[in-house]
């Protein structure tokens, strides 16, 4: 219990600070808005026969959402680090494992209404029709992609200590990860190397577990082992996250 009233109040203070300077939350929505906008209408003449072009789409940029809003989470511990605050919850005798937990759920927790937002504007400008029980478990899978990506993102934040180094690190996984993830192009247009390397991409199986959860089709196996791969992926990273957190706030 204590562990979970602890967890809360970081919850809550963190999710606070958002509410209270909600432009970034704003901005963080803008790029896929203008991807759905402006890359939609070409996506249809590339979009596999037989398929609603918007289906195919609209998962995978809510999958953008989720993971660029994650893996630059860290940004924030940084700003933190610099202004005490990490410092002064240091000397608190909270667990430190509810430090990490209370600003990954908040994370989850923005990332949700932005992907509803998102799917929202896709529903309302474009007719987007997706399974409602479909659009559930996809941004709940969504969001568990999140909480992995943004514990791994305040554990390089604690390691770096300075946005520029976060930065280099940053972009030179977030750019090739969604690319080979198939989310603006499909790989099945790409040549046999290509389509090879985003086989050991494990978003790209959280890409299409999504994309068949938006369409309705709950038995495929897309679905299950993406839901697997991404499950595995999130523990594994909340786990290293976890004890890297723990580390650098030893």
């Keep these: 219990m204590r562990f979970l009233r602890e967890t809360g109040l970081i ?18 929505l803008s790029q896929p808005v203008l991807y759905l906008v402006l890359f939609g209408p070409l996506f ?14 609209t998962p995978a940029l809510v999958i953008m959402t989720g993971m660029t809003g994650a893996l630059y989470a860290g940004f924030a511990i940084v700003v933190e680090v610099r202004s005490g605050v990490v410092e002064r919850q240091r000397v608190t005798p909270a667990d430190r494992g509810a430090l990490l ?29 997706p399974a409602p029980l479909g659009l559930v478990l ?7 992609m999140a909480a992995g990506l943004a514990s791994a993102s305040y554990a390089l934040g604690l390691w770096a200590k300075a946005e520029g180094t976060l930065a280099s ?6 750019l090739p990860v969604m690319l080979l993830s198939g989310i603006l192009l499909p790989m099945s247009v790409g040549p046999t190397w290509l389509r090879g ?14 994309r068949a959860l938006f369409r309705g089709d709950y038995g495929v196996s897309d679905v ?19 004890r890297s957190f723990a580390r650098e706030n030893a």
């Excluded at 026969?49 to 918007?54: E, I, K, L, N, R």
């Excluded at 690190?169 to 977030?174: A, D, E, G, K, P």
């Design 169 to 174: 690190v940053l972009n030179s996984i977030t």
């Design 44 to 57: 249809k003449g590339i979009a596999p026969a037989g398929t609603d072009p918007w289906k195919v789409l």
């Design 138 to 144: 996809s941004v709940l899978l969504i969001a568990v």
């Design 224 to 242: 299950y082992i993406g839901s697997g791969v991404t499950a595995v992926l999130a523990v594994l990273l909340v786990v290293i996250g976890a």
């Design 11 to 28: 919850f809550w203070s963190q999710l606070r600070t958002n509410l209270r300077n909600p432009t970034w939350v704003m901005i963080g």
């Design 101 to 129: 937990l209370g600003r990954v759920l908040k994370d989850m927790a923005v990332l949700t209404v932005q992907a509803l937002v998102l799917v929202g504007v896709a529903v309302l400008a474009f007719g987007l029709r």
């Design 197 to 210: 390397l985003a086989k050991a991409n494990p978003f790209s199986y959280t890409v299409d577990a999504a």
